[in-house]
């Protein structure tokens, strides 16, 4: 079998040849062996409520340079633990204990067709833990991937989300939060929900059931998982002032400290009992 056997005539000859190329001579070729991969957590104790746990994570390994693909969601992070460290240092304890999460394997788990391995064998061997002791997990894996503010989540956690965007400024403009910018954009604020497997909050929201969101700016970025995901593309494409970044940490960091520091826990039932009625099934709503 050839390349050639896969082509229509009207698909032209250098097509034909990098085809044939292609098949004959692989562009890579994958070394398959066993190695171990390490997640790694810091962790800030409860004062109050020590076993309850809100979780911020992303994953560190990359295809490439990674510079938006992870590692402006691993900068946004280490900054958040650079501004919980000086709040320490004033004497701030959180109510409900903050783990801090850096995945590894999450791009080697989409290739192997398993959703963000680091995170789901962390999941697995924690699940009956996780279920009952984890408040919410909050992802960032591309923080900025260009303009737009971009937010996913499980129901019970919109209202905070949206009274946090009231909070923060909106990187792009001076004079708007990212709630302003939001509504201008969209007419509507428009949280997606978390149906893919494409990043680390999939085991823990599918496998555990843990309310959950996802953050970043922009989507589609062009130079996603190439050798152009690089310093130079964020610096004079992504994010060249990093306002977008600190604007994600803003949000993301707020999120946590509501949901570790709040006596009563932020979350909206009634809302998310209305969202899930909206997709019942004709024969359910019989």
């Not at 510079?67 to 402006?72: G, T």
């Not at 999450?106 to 290739?111: A, D, P, S, Y």
């Not at 905070?160 to 969209?186: C, F, G, H, R």
Request: proline share 5%; with cysteine.
């Amino acid at each position: 079998m050839s390349g050639k056997l896969l082509l229509k005539p009207a698909c032209g000859k250098l097509i034909e040849l990098f085809l044939h190329l292609f098949y004959f001579f692989p562009l890579f070729q994958a070394e398959k062996k066993i190695a171990t991969i390490h997640n790694v957590f810091a962790v800030i104790r409860g004062s109050e409520e020590p076993d309850r746990y809100v979780l911020l994570g992303n994953h560190r390994d990359a295809w490439t340079y990674g510079a938006v693909d992870p590692n402006s969601g691993t900068a946004v992070l280490l900054d958040i633990a650079r501004r919980y460290a000086l709040m320490m240092r004033q004497g701030w304890q959180p109510r409900r204990t903050i783990v801090l999460c850096s995945w590894d394997a999450e791009e080697f788990g989409m290739v192997a067709n398993i959703s963000s391995l680091g995170s789901t064998e962390w999941v697995e061997q924690n699940l009956l833990n996780l279920g009952s002791k984890v408040v919410a997990y909050l992802n960032v894996d591309c923080a900025v991937q260009g303009p737009g503010f971009f937010a996913g989540a499980t129901p019970q956690l919109d209202n905070l989300l949206i009274e946090v965007a009231k909070k923060v400024q909106d990187p792009d403009s001076e004079s708007m939060t990212i709630y302003d910018n939001w509504m201008i954009t969209n007419k509507v604020i428009n949280i997606q929900r978390l149906s893919g497997v494409d990043s680390d909050f999939s085991p823990l929201l599918q496998h555990a059931g843990v309310p959950s969101v996802d953050l970043y700016y922009g989507r589609d970025f062009p130079v996603y998982h190439t050798a152009f995901d690089s310093y130079n593309w964020m610096t004079n494409h992504g994010d060249p002032l990093f306002q977008r970044h600190v604007a994600v940490a803003g949000v993301w960091g707020l999120l946590a400290l509501h949901l570790a520091d709040d006596p009563i826990l932020p979350f909206n039932y009634v809302l998310h009992r209305t969202i899930m009625e909206l997709h019942k099934s004709p024969t359910q709503l019989g």
